[in-house]
């Protein structure tokens, strides 16, 4: 224990802030933006997961990985296809570059001229308001716990004895994997194969259940066969007995008897909320395995305690984190209405092609609507740049309800990332379906599918008995 009896200081802030990863640093800018007095303490990196290990650093590998697979997918185009030399030590010094070409928006300098004042420490609660962080005692009436979450390691006999990669560790790994093996197929799996394979790993993905289970299945199956046909062993509803050290690194053993030997191990098998050490009980403040207890304003149980971003379990994305920041602002400090509004939530998972969704999926509109909806549908295959580009596997695919509301979107395409926004705007501004298919895109663009499939909604009506019927009698009157 470390003693601070000589330097203990007492500090009252407006807002008292701890993590400085998305949610944090969002809150802690507008706040301090504000005028307010602002504390934020965080005990190991500025930027959190996202730009030390978890977007930043996995988005940059994909970047890397792109370039490679691009000199092998020549063929087509009549570029004759290489396979590329790989310096995967030189790859990850690119990553590092990337982080820390990002670092000066998110460190302690940038937060302190902006005004906050930051202690790089580890904080807790000694009192339903008042928090210890080292040598500091912070009370304030505002409290925001932007703690995070931390890797899942699911209860596989062996596993930690044999020791494992996750995200907090895969991005320091300066050597090829000789045989990458993945324990989850969500989107940290799928993102971390695909760009392994394609830098010269083998690599075998274990799904327990389905892959990319919270995406529409009819987009997720066109990912699966992209990672397929890259050479990417995908086992899904595969159980895992035991884990075990071998002189090639690790050896799974399935429920099946099978055994797989490979040279690294990565777990990403979900996530758990960081809750550890805050003493969450000497504050009031309720939470349970998925994460801290939050109503939709994000305050907890503890009428001075907010939880934003990843710690309260609701979603686990850097937009929702900035998302909740703004709503903490809104309603802690504009004492305006703020609500989180589950309809308008997007994501995206960065393979290639990419796979975006917001709103409703299919099923969940069914399960809310029933049979009163509209699916609409554009293949790739129908869009002329995907053609010339030669991206044709993917499509837009949208759900409306029976008046033309559009309840939700998904993408699967060369950055869909990019091409959901429309619909992000469209769903957030409860714009109806009309509206995407009246707007002018320029040609030859992927985005224009979403337009196409908007423009389906119409197609029985516009081109129909009746509409016919109209045109021919207009067509009789005097030009
Ligand atoms: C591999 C990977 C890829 C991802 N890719 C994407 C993506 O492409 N797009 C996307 O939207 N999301 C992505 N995510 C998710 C995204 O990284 C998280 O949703 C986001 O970082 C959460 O931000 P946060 O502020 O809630 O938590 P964090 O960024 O984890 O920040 C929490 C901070 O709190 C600090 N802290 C915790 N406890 C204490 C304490 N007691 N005292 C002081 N400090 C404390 C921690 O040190 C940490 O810095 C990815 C995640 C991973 C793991
Ligand atoms: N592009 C993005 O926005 C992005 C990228 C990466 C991560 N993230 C965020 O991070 C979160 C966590 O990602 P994740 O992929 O770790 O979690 P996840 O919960 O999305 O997927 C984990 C997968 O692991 C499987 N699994 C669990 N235990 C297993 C076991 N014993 N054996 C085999 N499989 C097992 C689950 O069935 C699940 O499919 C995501 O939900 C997302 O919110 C976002």
């Keep these: 224990m470390r003693i601070y009896a000589a330097a203990m200081t007492t500090l009252a802030p407006d807002v008292c802030i701890v993590g400085a990863g998305s949610a944090g640093l969002v809150a802690a800018a507008g706040a301090a933006q504000l005028g307010l007095d602002v504390v934020l303490i965080e005990r190991a990196a500025m930027g959190g997961d996202c730009l030390n290990q978890g977007c930043v650093p996995s988005k940059a590998l994909i970047a890397a990985a792109r370039m490679a697979q691009a000199q092998r997918d020549g063929a087509p185009f009549g570029i004759v296809p290489v396979e ?168 799974v053993i399935l429920e099946s008897g099978e055994r797989l030997e490979g040279s690294h191990l990565l777990v990403a098998a979900g996530r758990a909320p960081v809750v550890d050490g805050l003493d969450l009980d000497k504050a009031g403040v309720a939470h349970t395995a998925k994460g801290i207890t939050v109503d939709a304003s994000l305050k907890t ?92 596997e993917g499509m837009v695919k949208a759900i409306t309800d029976r008046r033309g509301r559009i309840l939700g979107a998904a993408i699967v395409a060369p950055h869909a990332g990019e091409l959901i926004q429309p619909w992000c705007l469209a769903i957030a501004k409860r714009l109806k379906i009309s509206a995407l298919a009246s707007f002018v895109p320029p040609y030859p663009t992927l985005g224009e599918a979403s337009k196409r499939a908007a423009g389906s909604y119409f197609t029985e009506t516009l081109f129909g008995p009746r509409t016919r019927w109209l045109v021919r009698l207009l067509s009789r009157l005097p030009v």
């Excluded at 299945?217 to 066969?225: F, R, S, W």
Aim: charged share 25%.
């Design 301 to 392: 149980s503890n009428r001075n305690v907010w939880a934003i971003g990843d710690c309260n379990g609701l979603y686990a994305f850097t937009h929702m984190a900035g998302y909740e920041a703004s709503l903490f602002i809104r309603g802690a400090l504009f004492r305006a209405p703020a609500r989180l509004d589950a309809a308008i939530v997007p994501w995206a998972t960065y393979t290639d092609p990419e796979l975006a969704q917001v709103g409703l999926s299919e099923r969940q509109a069914r399960e809310k609507h029933g049979d009163a909806i509209k699916v609409l549908r554009w293949k790739l295959a129908e869009n002329d740049r995907a053609q010339t580009e030669r991206t044709t």
């Design 84 to 251: 590329p030399t790989v310096d995967f030590a030189r790859v990850m010094d690119h990553v590092a570059e990337v982080i820390a070409a990002i670092a000066p928006n998110d460190s302690v300098e940038r937060f302190e001229k902006l005004g906050v004042r930051v202690l790089k420490e580890e904080a807790r609660f000694i009192g339903r308001t008042e928090l210890q962080a080292g040598p500091h005692r912070i009370s304030s009436r505002r409290i925001v716990l932007a703690t995070g979450s931390q890797p899942a390691a699911p209860p596989i006999p062996g596993l930690a004895e044999a020791g494992f990669l996750t995200n907090e560790t895969i991005f320091a790994n300066r050597t090829l994997p000789s045989h990458l093996i993945v324990i989850g197929g969500g989107p940290i799996g799928l993102e971390m194969a695909q760009a392994h394979r394609r830098l010269g790993s083998r690599v075998t993905v274990l799904e327990v259940a389905e892959f990319l289970a919270k995406d529409d299945p009819e987009l997720a199956t066109i990912v699966v066969a992209r990672l397929r046909s890259e050479g990417v062993d995908l086992c899904n509803h595969t159980k895992i007995a035991r884990v075990d050290r071998s002189p090639a690194g690790v050896v």
